[in-house]
């Protein structure tokens, strides 16, 4: 089961990955750390009862992502009024978020990464396992495999400066998740750029997601 620990460890630097994908909106500690429940998906979960689809998240790595597009939809019911001055009933604000990845590496190990379930590493006595992505998020195949098992809405974890989320220690939390939001795939894309010879291939990958 995920902890705090595990989130931590799972980030090669002081930040975490800039988005993380969960079946659950988590919980949150007591430092305001969000977590996802339940095993990341290449964790090592033997003996644990629980492996469920509905209760696994994925690390999406940042290796060749290109920047994440943010774009805010205001619903609102606008009407203009006798007096010729505008009213507005505002409803809700949805983001739709893209983003894209070049060249990213179709796996993100050469073999199972095991993620130890306490420290979120992926074990020592596996020298030969090679980490292919940069930060040993996601690979090709990983996210893929998730947008053909998720035709519902999942949980999107983000992780960038927005401050103004917390209302504690607000300029300290750049190594946190700030915002965890229901989403549905809008557009998934893919493409084989570069074949591989032996370990993996290269991938270029475009999503958009859009909020519930």
Known sequence: MATASYISGRKKYGRPQAMLWADNSGTTTDSGLYVPLGHEIGADVSGEPDTSLHNQFLILSDHNR????????????????????????????????????????????????DFNEVTGKSPSYKIRNEEFTADGGAGGNEL?????????????????????????????????????????????????????????????????????
Request: hydrophobic letters at 35%.
């Open 66 to 113: 290109l920047p994440l597009d943010m774009s805010i939809e205001r619903i609102e019911n606008k009407q203009r009024m006798i007096n010729g001055r505008m009213r507005s009933h505002h409803i809700a604000d949805k983001l739709t978020l893209s983003t894209s990845w070049e060249m990213l590496p179709s796996r993100s190990y050469s073999s199972s990464p």
């Open 144 to 212: 893929l495999s998730w947008y053909e098992n998720h035709s519902g809405s999942f949980w999107l974890y983000l992780a960038y400066d927005k401050y103004p989320n917390f209302d504690t220690d607000t300029y300290n939390r750049l190594g946190q998740y700030n915002e965890v939001i229901e989403v549905f795939f809008a557009d998934f894309k893919y493409s084989v750029a570069t074949r591989g010879t032996n370990n993996h291939d290269l991938w270029d990958i475009s999503v958009i997601l859009e909020e519930v």
